[in-house]
Nanobody, 121 residues
Framework: QVQLVESGGGLVQPGGSLRLSCAAS????????MGWFRQAPGNERELVAA???????NYADSVKGRFTISRDNAKNTVYLQMNSLKAEDTAVYYC???????????????WGQGTQVTVSS
């Protein structure tokens, strides 16, 4: 059984910062890519940022220059540093682990439970 546990969401004023963390636990041999998605009310879930096991990184255009994704492969943990937050960043943020190698299989995707980020004055 694999679980993704997120932390670090909350309420912050415009221009402020938050750091999200997500730790994957279970009988994991390796994880190909880890990332963050977000979903605002009435919108589809969208990719925010993703990082591969080799360090390749992809950002949504809307967060480039403001958000930084990083990863600790030894701890199966991914982080998202969010700076210069805007009201439009308000959403539920979901952690994703893609291409998870277990003892006898590879599972495409695991998801965290989501953490609320609210940017408001």
């Amino acid at each position: 059984q694999v679980q993704l546990v997120e932390s670090g969401g909350g309420l912050v004023q415009p221009g402020g910062s938050l750091r999200l963390s997500c730790a994957a636990s279970g009988s994991i041999f390796s994880i190909n890519a880890m990332g963050w998605f977000r979903q605002a009310p009435g919108n589809e879930r969208e990719l925010v940022a993703a990082i591969s096991s080799l360090g390749g990184i992809n950002y949504a255009d809307s967060v480039k220059g403001r958000f930084t994704i990083s990863r600790d492969n030894a701890k199966n943990t991914v982080y998202l540093q969010m700076n210069s937050l805007k009201a439009e960043d308000t959403a539920v943020y979901y952690c994703n682990a893609h291409g998870v190698r277990l003892a006898y299989q590879v599972v495409n995707d695991y998801w965290g439970q989501g953490t609320q980020v609210t940017v408001s004055s």
